[in-house]
């Protein structure tokens, strides 16, 4: 019993670390060029030793992809609160998933300053967007394709590739987060007429 508790106790502290690390390397992404930020940075800034953090996670780039998932899970955990709202509407359900996504990344600031570093400032942060980016559209592709399949037998046509639609919303969104071209609202009533047309 005091085995389980001390293990559990362990785990929990080495989660608030972790927390820590991931919170003071966003603060610092968000406000230097990630190129200069140090593992020293990093460590200074979320109070723990450089040893933790390289215990923890590493390198560099292992810090920059946790951060990366971090705000990750947080993105898909919006996404599924969207869905969850609509599971009789698949073109309401995308609209709104569409315009949370796009309004999010609009405030979010690591986005920010990823999005909007000068050329060849940011390569490292923005692949994870770009070149890097086929983990984080697998799982948001996933979740989409659950949720169909749970949701939306008989409401969406069933002579569609569910799987090749679902990751060509998910990359065409990624576009659009990367490069918008309009206010959120009016990319993601877009983005509903589009899969009305292709899923409806």
Do not use: C
């Not at 992809?65 to 709202?85: I, P």
């Not at 749970?150 to 679902?166: C, E, P, S």
């Amino acid at each position: 019993m005091n085995s389980s508790r001390g293990t559990s106790v362990r785990a929990a502290t080495r989660e608030l670390v972790r927390e820590r690390i991931l919170g003071a390397a966003t603060e610092l992404a968000s406000s230097t060029e990630w190129s200069s930020v140090r593992m020293a940075d990093i460590a200074d800034r979320a109070g723990v030793s450089r040893r933790t953090v390289f215990n923890e996670f590493e390198s560099k780039n292992g810090v920059l992809e946790a951060v990366a998932w971090r705000n990750t899970s947080r993105y898909l955990e919006g996404a599924a609160a969207r869905l969850a709202e609509h599971t009789d509407d698949p073109v309401a359900a995308v609209t709104a998933v569409t315009e949370f996504a796009l309004s999010t990344i609009a405030d979010d600031p690591l986005a920010h300053a990823v999005l909007n570093a000068q050329p060849g400032t940011a390569d490292e942060m923005l692949s994870l967007v770009t070149t890097r980016s086929a983990p984080f559209v697998a799982a948001a592709t996933q979740l989409n394709i659950a949720f169909a399949q749970q949701h939306w037998t008989g409401l969406i046509r069933d002579d569609i590739d569910l799987a090749f639609v679902a990751e060509s919303l998910v990359r065409l969104l990624f576009s659009h987060m990367i490069q918008p071209s309009a206010p959120p609202e009016q990319t993601a009533r877009s983005f509903g007429q589009l899969v009305r047309a292709m899923l409806i």
